[in-house]
């Protein structure tokens, strides 16, 4: 559950938002739609703790991951659509950088001497990508993808 409790917000001149209250329950679906600078994307910043309200408060559920996809395309430029859907997946897109960093480091002849803490390190994160449900990560990306009809 995502609660905004009496949330105000003001960038420069313009009020996004006067004490608003809303609240999300865990399972719901929502959309939000507005014209431009009414302040859709400040609001999904202050879901993920990016921003912070003026006044009022946001309280999200213990544990709670949000995952969260850009409108701006130059932050995507050069990457896969699955690859930016991947990386707002919280805890495991982080797993799974030092993961894909470790092998590199695996495979780095100037790295041999530290062979031996690389594989201890390789197999704890490993074991800690697989606990999160890593591996079904890319198909569950997919599935997002498809179902916002990305190609």
């Known amino acids: 559950m995502i609660r905004l409790d009496n949330i105000s917000k003001q960038i420069g001149r313009q009020m996004l938002f006067i004490e608003a209250?809303?609240?999300?329950?865990r399972g719901e679906k929502i959309g939000l739609v507005g014209p431009n600078g009414a302040g859709k994307t400040t609001l999904f910043r202050m879901m993920t703790q990016q921003e912070q309200p003026d006044k009022g408060l946001v309280i999200a559920e213990r544990g709670l991951s949000i995952g969260f996809f850009s409108q701006d395309v130059g932050e995507i430029s050069g990457r896969s659509a699955v690859a930016d859907v991947m990386d707002g997946a919280g805890a495991i897109s982080g797993v799974a950088a030092e993961l894909k960093a470790l092998k590199i480091a695996l495979?780095?002849?100037?790295?041999a001497d530290e062979m031996d803490q690389l594989i201890e390190r390789f197999g704890e994160v490993q074991a800690r990508f697989e606990e999160l449900g890593g591996y079904a990560q890319e198909?569950?990306?997919?599935?997002v993808q498809a179902g916002l009809n990305f190609s």
Do not use: K, Y
Request: hydrophobic share 25%; proline share 7%.
């Open 21 to 25: 209250s809303a609240a999300l329950q």
């Open 107 to 111: 495979g780095d002849p100037d790295q």
């Open 139 to 143: 198909g569950r990306a997919r599935e």
